[in-house]
């Protein structure tokens, strides 16, 4: 039972403490920034504060005038590239042909059912027309074969 108990602490010990492995991490970490970068880093953090200085100081005023001289072109490049692209999309609209091609398809559509409905009624009036006139004629020469008597 004993044995378990130790066996089973030094398992613990070995997935869940650290300890030794961070501990010779951090040695490393210290020796490398300690002893072999010396004082690298700090050098460079001055040169870096050193530069940022000058660049505040001399290049700031420089920049400004840059950006006087040049942002006012640069804006009306902008300007003319930004009209341009609203001819281009303006001109697709024109040309957004499906849905004028649909209208005049709808409109031409209604006209041909308005015209076959047209046409359709006047063939009708016409053999109303000639039905009534077919009759007029067959009364017609009735009466007149009965005013002439002759029937057979």
């Known amino acids: 039972m004993a044995s378990i108990i130790k066996d089973t602490g030094e398992i613990w010990s070995r997935l869940f403490d650290h300890r030794p492995f961070i501990q010779g991490e951090i040695t490393f970490f210290l020796r490398e920034f300690q002893e072999k970068r010396d004082d690298r880093e700090v050098e460079r953090l001055f040169k870096i504060l ?43 609209q024109d040309f957004d042909s499906d849905v004028a091609l649909q209208a005049n398809r709808e409109a ?42 002759i029937t057979s």
Request: with cysteine; hydrophobic share 30%; charged share 40%.
């Open 50 to 92: 050193e530069y940022s200085t000058d660049l505040k100081e001399s290049q700031l005023d420089r920049t400004e005038q840059l950006g006087d001289c040049h942002l006012p072109s640069l804006k009306a490049n902008v300007d003319v590239a930004l009209s341009m692209c609203e001819r281009v999309l303006q001109k697709e």
């Open 108 to 149: 031409r559509k209604v006209e041909w059912e308005k015209f076959v409905n047209d046409m359709s009624e006047k063939c009708e009036k016409v053999n109303q027309t000639f039905e009534e006139k077919e009759n007029e004629i067959k009364e017609f020469y009735i009466d007149l074969e009965r005013k002439l008597h």
